[in-house]
């Protein structure tokens, strides 16, 4: 089957395969949240992205990769993104990691704190971590450099099809996210780079870029 990006809870994971890396995404929760389950083809070593909700679905989607999990990567603070956390890691034995400055909102203390230039690697899988500030405090995303293909940048509520997150609540700032979304996202990366967001369906740099003076203008 085709890579669905559009899932909606209920339906089963929709698969995506690269040459050396598996991606699999599965919505739960009333919220529509996006998991990410990325497998190594070399090792077989397992990542898991936000462990949002519905934690049954999610070990099994862990199931279906076939080689258990080593590491779960939480990308922001949000409830949301968090309610299977601590079920996921106690049936796993995974380790946790997360943005330094969201650690403190977790209900799970991380093994890792993750920063900006960050790396985390998995079998012969190595992310790059983006600190993305506005959304919350320490809200990062993922970048796979496929070898023989484009970037996969997996990136929270910092950015969607059609802007970047939520920054209306306090605390939250559309400046800072606007600035970073800008410099460490569309100004590094190409317009191929496909994005994966914390909810909804994908989309791309370069669907998205034209649309960067308006989203300025606009203020969200």
């Keep these: 089957m085709a890579y669905e990006p559009g899932v909606h809870p209920g339906d089963p994971a929709t698969v995506r395969e690269l040459p050396g890396l598996t991606i699999r995404k599965l919505a739960v929760s009333e919220?529509?949240?996006?998991?990410?389950?990325?497998?190594?083809?070399?090792?077989?070593?397992?990542?898991?992205?936000?462990?949002?909700?519905?934690?049954?679905?999610?070990l099994a989607?862990?199931?279906?990769?076939?080689?258990?999990?080593?590491?779960?990567?939480?990308?922001?603070?949000?409830?949301?993104?968090?309610?299977?956390?601590?079920?996921?890691?106690?049936?796993t034995g995974a380790r946790s990691y997360a943005g330094a400055d969201d650690a403190s909102g977790l209900p799970v203390a991380p093994d890792v704190l993750l920063?900006?230039?960050?790396?985390?690697?998995?079998?012969?899988?190595?992310?790059?971590?983006?600190?993305?500030?506005?959304?919350?405090?320490?809200?990062?995303?993922?970048?796979?450099?496929?070898?023989?293909?484009?970037?996969?940048?997996?990136?929270?509520?910092?950015?969607?099809?059609?802007?970047?997150?939520?920054?209306?609540?306090?605390?939250?700032?559309?400046?800072?996210?606007?600035?970073?979304?800008?410099?460490?996202v569309f100004d590094v990366y190409d317009d191929d780079t496909w994005v994966y967001p914390g909810h909804g369906s994908d989309t791309t740099l370069g669907a998205e870029r034209p649309h960067l003076a308006e989203w300025r203008a606009r203020g969200w």
């Design 31 to 58: 919220m529509s949240n996006n998991v990410y389950l990325l497998s190594c083809k070399g090792t077989g070593e397992q990542l898991l992205i936000d462990a949002a909700d519905d934690a049954p679905s999610i």
């Design 61 to 91: 989607l862990v199931a279906a990769g076939g080689s258990g999990l080593g590491q779960v990567v939480t990308t922001h603070q949000h409830w949301d993104h968090h309610r299977a956390l601590a079920s996921v890691l106690s049936a």
């Design 115 to 184: 920063s900006q230039g960050s790396r985390v690697i998995f079998g012969d899988v190595e992310l790059k971590v983006i600190h993305l500030r506005g959304h919350t405090p320490g809200s990062i995303a993922l970048a796979y450099s496929d070898p023989g293909g484009h970037t996969h940048l997996f990136t929270g509520d910092s950015l969607f099809p059609g802007g970047v997150g939520n920054t209306k609540n306090p605390g939250q700032s559309f400046d800072s996210l606007y600035a970073d979304v800008v410099a460490r």
